[in-house]
């Protein structure tokens, strides 16, 4: 049994990476590079489910690309590529396929909210989006999954399948089930307008949201423009129950300074949350100015970001065009 560890993961490339990326993927990214072997690919064939106008795609998978060198991945001790230069993907895509059931994506709560009322017009790449991603996943046999809590049931599937395949193909243990990474305490950052909605890529008003790209004035701007509450701040977490902004303003500094929510409720309670956006304000100026700015000049040299795909891509392939051959052998094909 291949006992080794390897992280995967995917960030599509639809649009602003935000602060909910940042807390929620990205720096787990990067300190897991430290410890294990990590795969990060930009998924573009997932973005695709959705239409993209060509043109946005393009910069889009550059500028997620620029996004992960920016906050600290290292192209020296991960593999990042995209999606669609290594076919070992859709390949292996299709013979999932052919293993995942009906009922299995028919239970997928994320299809039924993409799709919205009208399912009969989602394209058939978005219902069968799962599967690609358990194919991304076990292309590399990945062992631990570092995702959002949105994407747990699709990490459970792509379980599901690994499981067929090794029973279906007399092969235990050839596929290992791969297990989610999911942070406890920041699975979700939450739009700076409405507390109880996701921060998200999509959201109209840009000022739901810090982007990775924005620069201090913008941050400044948002901060102070972002809801929270008029009371002054309670000396309990109990008390915020039913005010979703300021637990998320709270929350967000609490993690940006490392210290604990409650810690952050007793040191700043009695206070009005003019002053904890002064604070706010500043730790995230602090800590995502640079990245900002790293993005903008990294987006200047548009042979070097690609050069860098090229690069992963090339060590992406081993990985994968080995696997798929011991896959083929495994289904019979010649
Ligand atoms: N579906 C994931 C998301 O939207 C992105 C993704 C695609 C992914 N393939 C993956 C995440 C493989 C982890 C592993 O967030």
């Not at 690309?65 to 076919?87: R, Y």
């Not at 029973?167 to 507390?195: A, H, Q």
Request: charged share 25%.
């Amino acid at each position: 049994m291949n006992k080794k560890k390897l992280v995967f993961s995917g960030v599509q490339p639809t649009g602003n990476l935000h602060l909910g990326n940042y807390l929620g993927a990205l720096k787990n990214f990067v300190s897991l590079q430290k410890e294990m072997e990590c795969i990060y690919c930009v998924v573009d064939l997932h973005a695709i489910t959705v239409f993209q106008d060509p043109n946005h795609l393009h910069n889009n998978v550059l500028e997620t690309t620029a996004s992960f060198l920016a906050t600290g991945l290292d192209p020296n001790k991960s593999i990042i590529f995209n999606q669609s230069s290594v076919s070992g993907h859709t390949e292996l895509a299709w013979i999932l396929n052919c293993v995942s059931r009906i009922g299995w994506l028919n239970r997928m709560t994320q299809f039924k909210d993409k799709a919205g009322s009208d399912k009969e017009k989602a394209s058939v790449g978005l219902y069968i989006y799962p599967n690609l991603m358990a194919a991304d996943i076990l292309l590399y046999k990945a062992t631990h999954v570092p995702v959002g809590a949105d994407q747990k049931q699709h990490l459970e599937l792509s379980r599901d399948i690994a499981q067929k395949f090794n029973k279906d193909f007399n092969c235990k243990d050839f596929f290992p089930l791969p297990e989610p990474l999911i942070p406890k305490n920041i699975s979700r950052v939450m739009s700076l307008r409405d507390g109880t909605k996701k921060m998200s890529k999509s959201e109209e008003s840009d000022y739901s949201r810090i982007n990775l790209k924005d620069n201090a004035d913008e941050i400044n701007k948002k901060i102070k423009k972002a809801k929270s509450d008029s009371d002054s701040i309670p000396e309990e977490k109990q008390l915020l129950e039913n005010k979703p902004e300021a637990l998320n303003l709270l929350t967000i500094y609490s993690e940006l300074t490392n210290s604990s929510l409650d810690n952050v409720i007793s040191e700043m309670a009695g206070k009005e949350y003019s002053f904890l956006k002064t604070k706010l304000t500043e730790v995230i100026i602090n800590e995502l100015s640079p990245v900002g700015k790293e993005i903008q000049k990294l987006l200047k040299d548009k042979s070097y970001l690609k050069n860098i795909l090229k690069k992963g891509t090339e060590k992406a392939n081993i990985i994968a065009e080995e696997n798929l051959k011991n896959i083929r052998e495994k289904i019979g094909l010649i």
